[in-house]
């Protein structure tokens, strides 16, 4: 059991005392969290304004660092229903309300040590008046009676160099109203997501027009869920907006989110121009014609990703985060400084979509994913998170990753894996996971052929390995490649996969191709990283390079050989 005083009940004081009070029976129907009172209350006043957990994006999100009235709600939210709890004030009539509420509280001067000498020795001690002078009295007669008592002393409203220093030095937590406004102040206006947020907002309410929100091509969860999330926001400012996206939602965990939450998404025909909309925004990707079919030259307004760039990028407003570990940290952040509301669908997809991207806060995490996480939780519908979590395993996807398993060749720690013909390219991470997990394995790829295209995963628990950097070196010459340092993708064009009825030759051509993208995955693993894997390879040009009518055989392509021709 804790035994809890409170000395001096002022605004602050007073508060504390009814959360402290309500937290102790916070597990009977129709009472308030503790923490939520202490909230609710002081965000009604100058002071708490300042500091309130539930107010200040501080102690929110933007900064590692509590607040100082966090630290009140920490004391709250420890109580228990067996804990003890006394208010001592100086006020008759602020002794009898509180009495009045089931609040123990006593009338008595809070500095006077004859007070306290009648009072068994308190584990935790909240000084809450709201003069400067009475506090810091309070707080010396406090320490000297109870030295052992955890102190957390408010500091009032006009406390000198001297006050503060005194206070510094007697209590274990202090809360300074006046730091705390200052604290906030440059938070919400001086920081690089402060400055964003602003910039979004400005850039946001010169569009005068719907606003297409552009997913990459058969886009996750992570931009799925920013991609909303942004179309709720330009919303709010009054630009309508649709999250658009190119080719299929396909795996089974995708689907499901989208068709549980009833997410809104306008799904794109190939060579659509977006025309009709006023402004383009790019979420989760930061280039036009790169991952998304959208020409090159198309003009962009907004981009917002935490992929590192390839390359320069044409927009308008530009937020590249490297430093977390989904869009949807970023998206939520934005919310959050927009002052907007948290849908239970769009904060659900939110949280799914870090959750996807962090590996479950295990893979590339920071901070402010964490933050994130916890400015979305409240407003999540845990039930339908994990039905999303919990899908229908389609029998498609687990041949895909039953052939992978069969194909796989093995070099050390590092497997590749064809798993040839595909419907379903998301199965291919799955089977990328799934080999990652084979004891002695650190790094894999699975790739797979649809249409005339090779898609190809990477998966990586080594810490030695940067994946995107891996597959750029390896493929982007030869189609278009890219990712974190765990996990990454490419896509490679075989066009002479069109030009071909024979099933036979099909079956030559994929097979072809499967020792080159296998050859140039061990050699970019091999290589100085930066390097591109070399391009002298036969094969390598004519199936993703050059025009295949020169070639007689496909057989003649299975390894490098020495030629006089020039060949272009």
Known sequence: MVFRLVLGCGTVGRTVAEALSTRGQSHLPGHTHGSDAINSTLSSTPTATATSPSTAPT????????????????????????????????DQNVAETLRDESIPARRGDPTDPDTLATIDHPDVIFIGGDRTDTNRDALETARDEFPAASITAYMGGNPTPDDRARFTELA??????????????????????????????????????????????????????????????????????????????????????????????????????????????????????????????????????HHPPRGPIPSEFVELRESVGATSTILTEYIDRFNGTFGSATATALLYGIRIDTNDFTREVSPADFRAASVLRPHVETSILRRIEQPTLEGETLETIALAIKNRIQRGSIVVASAGRIGNRDALPQAADQLLAMDGVETTLVFGFRDEMAFLSARSRSSDVDLGETLRDGFDQIGSA???????????????????????????????????ITDRFFEAMETRPGVPVSTDHRASEWLFEADADWVESPESLRSPVETDDDED
């Open 59 to 90: 102690a929110a999100y933007t900064t590692a660092r509590q607040s100082p009235l966090s630290l009140v709600a920490k004391t709250a939210t420890a109580t228990s229903p067996a804990d003890r709890l006394l208010v001592i004030t100086a």
């Open 172 to 305: 274990d937590h202090t809360v300074d109203a006046t730091s705390s406004l200052v604290e906030r102040v440059l938070e919400e206006t001086t920081t690089s997501g402060a400055e964003a947020a602003l910039g979004l907002q400005r850039k946001l309410v010169t569009i005068d027009g719907p606003l297409a929100v552009v997913m990459h091509d058969n886009p996750d969860p992570d931009a799925i869920a920013s991609a909303v999330a942004l179309a709720d926001i330009a919303e709010s400012v009054g630009v309508p907006a649709d999250a658009c996206y190119f080719g299929d939602i396909s795996h089974q965990e995708n689907r499901a989110m989208v068709n549980l939450l009833g997410l809104s998404l306008r799904n794109l025909s190939p060579g659509e121009t977006l025309d009709t909309y006023e402004a383009v925004a790019l979420v989760d990707h930061s280039r036009p014609g790169v991952n998304d079919q959208l020409p090159e030259e198309r003009p962009i307004d907004i981009v917002i990703d």
């Open 482 to 516: 890219g990712g974190h340092a765990d996990m990454a993708g490419a896509q490679l064009e075989v066009g002479i996969l069109g030009q071909l009825d024979d099933e036979a030759e099909v079956e030559s051509i994929v097979s072809v191709a499967e020792e080159v």
